[in-house]
């Protein structure tokens, strides 16, 4: 209480803000790592879902993320947004629409990114 009154200031507020007001969390991801884990869920772990990329982040290199943590990183990009509710793939795929799938497999409509799954190739299937 006494390092309270001690800060107390009539005039604003500031006083009651926490010391650690504005200085980012010691535990937080730094952005070379957010995007080291994005190149790898793009490259070697294209894929994966959130839980088996975490754990493969965790066991072959070395990043020891939780699943959220790792949901939350790939969200904040658009590549990897689940479809929206109302979102309608059959017209999309429609054949009264003609659209471009990119080189990274993304597909435009109406002003929706769709990232779709690469077609596997008769090796991969059995």
């Known amino acids: 209480m006494q390092r309270l009154k001690r800060r107390y200031r009539p005039d604003s507020a500031a006083w009651v803000h926490h010391g650690n007001r504005g200085r980012p969390m010691p535990w937080a991801v730094s952005l070379p790592q957010k995007q080291w884990i994005l190149t790898l ?12 990329l975490a754990e493969k ?11 959220e943590t790792v949901r939350r990183i790939l969200r904040a990009t658009s590549d990897f ?7 309608d793939l059959a017209r999309c795929l429609s054949l009264r629409y003609q659209r471009v799938v990119a ?7 109406g ?16």
Not at 57 to 67: K, Y
Not at 81 to 87: D, I, K, Y
């Open 81 to 87: 947004r689940p479809l929206p509710r109302c979102f």
């Open 57 to 67: 982040l965790r066991d072959e290199e070395n990043l020891p993320l939780s699943r």
């Open 111 to 126: 002003g929706h990114s769709i990232a779709l799954p690469p077609l596997l190739t008769k090796s991969h299937c059995s």
């Open 41 to 52: 869920a793009r490259g070697k772990y294209q894929g994966f879902n959130n839980c088996h």
């Open 103 to 109: 080189a990274d497999h993304t597909l435009t409509l």
